[in-house]
């Protein structure tokens, strides 16, 4: 049996033990520390140790990384060259207050000409350029890479680019280029640093010139006027007509166009020669389509409308006089028939001018003269309903120039001779010019802020 005494003392212990365990149960309580976003460990809620979640940090899993969607060397002349990349930041919550870029420019024989290391910043959702501008470089640069890396990023789920218009854009084609615009802000606070970059293309995917301005502040409602300009003429001629462009090329491949001498190239390959010149004179959005014909137009037709035009050259490349229409007819009613039935396609752009050109070396005698004409003549006059201009192009003294000049072509201006099949790359030239008088560049402003000043 346990004595009394032992009993005190064994509740004494247990009482001190139970005051020590409040104390420490209350410290714990009060004054512990609680769960922070510097604490090194991943609790209250966090996507990763110290970041997403109620943190503020940028775990690196939320964020996709920047994108190069291209990068060149622009000559300005005399060996100095516009070091620019096209930049995407696709995140439409994180901005990245500081973006390290890295240039790599190599030469024919790839050797590395130039390197450049630099910073900017990216808005979120933004596209922007990276210009290095005015460098020296040695040699003709053939390639040119970028390298992205982003230190750190910062979460804006609310915050939006501030809003800023640019408009009244005009470009002067002096001796010395010249781009002006206005910048009008909308934001409800002043602006700080607004940095315009400007883009001369000669297609959609092709700069040829890039310029930057710095508006050191603005504030709200107020417009200001900027300006780009270059040190010499833009070397490449503008490739954009005014009016976008579906081409139907219609091609005679008849018998007639293999009736040359033995020691010379035929009809057909001067002709297939001159109509691949013509297509590198149209714009990269220019869609176009082939058809020969012969005894019958091609069906399925040799390509149908695209703007790819490769693969129209391989098509053009791959026509020949087939044995059987060596002793056949011309049948160009059947190709106008075939174009009308193209441009009704939902490949023709409804914003596009509707274009013709049917290159022939004879008659149309499908099933005779007579009838072929008939049957020709009924087929342009719906085309012209349908709002299709046709050219017509007559080869050799074989074709009946009247009929081509009066009643395929829409207009008497229309209708070219082509005495030898030389001349044919001349015409189309002229036929090139002649559905796009003006051609014009494209230009494209960028508005960038770093931040804001309320």
């Given at each position: 049996?346990?004595?009394?005494?032992l009993?005190?003392?064994a509740?004494?212990?247990?009482?001190?033990?139970?005051?020590?365990?409040?104390?420490?149960?209350?410290?714990?309580?009060?004054?512990?520390?609680?769960p922070?976003?510097?604490?090194?460990?991943?609790?209250?809620?966090?996507?990763?140790?110290?970041c997403?979640?109620?943190?503020?940090?940028?775990?690196?899993?939320?964020?996709?990384?920047?994108?190069?969607?291209?990068?060149?060397?622009?000559?300005?002349?005399?060996?100095f060259?516009d070091?620019?990349?096209?930049?995407?930041n696709?995140?439409?919550?994180?901005s990245?207050p500081?973006?390290?870029?890295?240039?790599?420019?190599?030469?024919?024989?790839?050797?590395?000409?130039?390197e450049?290391?630099?910073?900017?910043?990216a808005?979120?959702?933004?596209r922007?350029?990276?210009?290095?501008?005015?460098?020296?470089i040695?040699?003709?640069?053939?390639?040119?890479?970028?390298?992205?890396?982003?230190?750190?990023?910062?979460?804006?789920?609310?915050?939006?680019?501030?809003?800023?218009?640019?408009?009244?854009?005009?470009?002067?084609?002096?001796?010395?280029?010249?781009?002006?615009?206005?910048?009008?802000?909308?934001?409800?606070?002043?602006?700080?640093?607004?940095?315009?970059?400007?883009?001369?293309?000669?297609?959609?995917?092709?700069?040829?010139?890039?310029?930057?301005?710095?508006?050191?502040?603005?504030?709200?409602?107020?417009?200001?006027?900027?300006?780009?300009?270059?040190?010499?003429?833009?070397?490449?001629?503008?490739?954009?007509?005014?009016?976008?462009?579906?081409?139907?090329?219609?091609?005679d491949?008849?018998?007639?166009?293999?009736?040359?001498?033995?020691?010379?190239?035929?009809?057909?390959?001067?002709?297939?020669?001159?109509?691949?010149n013509?297509?590198d004179?149209l714009?990269?959005?220019d869609g176009?389509?082939?058809?020969?014909?012969?005894?019958?137009?091609?069906?399925p037709?040799?390509?149908?409308?695209?703007?790819?035009?490769d693969?129209?050259?391989?098509?053009?490349?791959?026509?020949?006089?087939?044995?059987?229409?060596e002793?056949?007819?011309?049948?160009?009613?059947?190709?106008?028939?075939?174009?009308?039935?193209?441009?009704?396609?939902?490949?023709?752009?409804?914003?596009?001018?509707?274009?013709?050109?049917?290159?022939?070396?004879?008659?149309?005698?499908?099933?005779?003269?007579?009838?072929?004409?008939?049957?020709?003549?009924l087929?342009?006059?719906?085309?012209?309903?349908?709002n299709?201009?046709?050219?017509a192009i007559?080869?050799?003294?074989?074709?009946?120039?009247?009929?081509?000049?009066?009643?395929?072509?829409?207009?008497?201006?229309?209708?070219y001779?082509?005495?030898?099949?030389?001349?044919?790359?001349?015409?189309?030239?002229?036929v090139?010019?002649?559905?796009?008088?003006e051609?014009?560049?494209?230009?494209?402003?960028?508005?960038?802020?770093?931040?804001?000043?309320?």
């Amino acid at each position: 049996m346990v004595s009394w005494r032992l009993e005190r003392q064994a509740m004494y212990v247990l009482g001190v033990v139970a005051f020590i365990a409040t104390l420490l149960f209350f410290y714990l309580l009060f004054s512990a520390p609680a769960p922070s976003c510097i604490d090194e460990k991943q609790n209250q809620g966090e996507l990763g140790v110290d970041c997403g979640g109620s943190c503020s940090a940028v775990c690196r899993s939320e964020v996709a990384e920047m994108i190069p969607l291209w990068a060149q060397a622009l000559p300005l002349g005399g060996g100095f060259y516009d070091l620019v990349a096209f930049v995407e930041n696709p995140n439409p919550y994180f901005s990245a207050p500081r973006v390290e870029y890295h240039f790599e420019v190599f030469d024919v024989e790839n050797h590395l000409l130039l390197e450049r290391r630099g910073t900017t910043f990216a808005r979120q959702n933004e596209r922007f350029l990276i210009l290095e501008a005015r460098l020296p470089i040695s040699s003709p640069p053939r390639q040119v890479f970028v390298e992205l890396s982003v230190p750190g990023w910062e979460r804006h789920p609310n915050r939006e680019q501030p809003p800023l218009t640019v408009k009244n854009e005009q470009l002067t084609l002096d001796f010395k280029p010249r781009l002006s615009a206005s910048i009008v802000s909308d934001a409800l606070f002043d602006l700080q640093d607004v940095v315009a970059q400007a883009v001369i293309y000669t297609s959609e995917d092709n700069a040829i010139a890039v310029s930057e301005t710095v508006v050191s502040s603005l504030r709200p409602g107020e417009t200001r006027d900027i300006f780009f300009t270059w040190p010499e003429p833009f070397k490449e001629a503008p490739q954009i007509c005014t009016t976008p462009l579906d081409v139907v090329l219609l091609f005679d491949r008849s018998g007639s166009m293999n009736d040359d001498t033995a020691n010379l190239p035929q009809p057909i390959t001067d002709a297939k020669e001159a109509a691949t010149n013509f297509i590198d004179q149209l714009g990269s959005n220019d869609g176009v389509s082939l058809i020969s014909f012969g005894t019958n137009a091609t069906y399925p037709i040799d390509q149908t409308l695209t703007t790819d035009h490769d693969r129209v050259r391989n098509a053009i490349s791959s026509i020949a006089v087939t044995p059987e229409e060596e002793s056949g007819f011309t049948n160009i009613g059947d190709a106008l028939m075939r174009t009308r039935e193209e441009f009704k396609s939902s490949r023709h752009n409804l914003k596009s001018k509707k274009v013709s050109i049917l290159l022939t070396d004879g008659r149309a005698t499908f099933p005779n003269t007579l009838e072929g004409e008939k049957a020709a003549a009924l087929e342009a006059e719906n085309s012209r309903a349908e709002n299709i201009e046709f050219f017509a192009i007559g080869l050799s003294g074989g074709v009946n120039e009247p009929f081509l000049k009066t009643v395929i072509a829409s207009k008497p201006e229309n209708y070219y001779h082509s005495v030898t099949t030389e001349e044919l790359s001349g015409i189309y030239t002229k036929v090139a010019r002649s559905i796009c008088p003006e051609k014009t560049y494209l230009t494209k402003i960028f508005i960038r802020v770093s931040d804001v000043i309320h």
